[in-house]
């Protein structure tokens, strides 16, 4: 998924070409107590088709929602309900009064699913020499149907 056409556009290279290089990207994940990684899977069906992250960026006072899906699998409503059972999970325990979401201006699918899950536009940023867009979401707001 790291090699996808959407993925090095819009979250970029990772320099994952191997399997050595898999493993190393997916330990560095998993000893980083700041990123949260699932993994969204069909009922029934082992192999995943995308991930929903949570991660705590240096820059951020509250978490960064992300999210990302094998192009075959995109754009069927797999990541709005994933992210909606996180943001559902994270409001009933009462995690975060807010959470991001940063995103390339050009992510317009991204930026619609943001929307649709009841992030707002905040403000542009200017992060790792490109413009990207801040969205917030008030999780004492109810999910967006």
């Keep these: 998924m790291l090699n996808t056409p959407g993925w090095l556009e819009f979250i970029g290279d990772r320099n994952v070409r ?8 997916i330990n560095k994940i998993n000893e980083n107590p ?3 990684y699932w993994t969204v899977c069909l009922p029934g069906k082992p192999a995943p088709i995308g991930v929903i ?5 240096d820059y951020l006072d509250f978490p960064d929602l992300g ?12 990541a709005f309900e994933a992210a909606s059972v ?5 409001r ?12 390339f201006p050009e992510n ?18 200017r992060l790792e020499d490109r413009e990207k867009l801040l969205y917030s979401l008030d999780m ?6």
């Design 86 to 90: 996180l943001l559902d999970h994270l």
């Design 67 to 78: 999210f990302a899906f094998l192009p075959e699998f995109g754009r069927n409503g797999y």
């Design 92 to 103: 009933a325990e009462s995690h975060y009064p807010r959470l991001y979401a940063v995103v």
């Design 18 to 25: 191997d399997e050595a290089g898999a493993y190393a990207y």
């Design 53 to 57: 992250s949570l991660i705590q960026r």
């Design 140 to 145: 004492s707001q109810p999910l967006m149907d």
């Design 108 to 125: 317009t699918a991204s930026i619609r699913l943001l929307v649709k899950l009841g992030f707002h536009f905040e403000r542009p940023e």
């Design 34 to 36: 700041a990123v949260n």
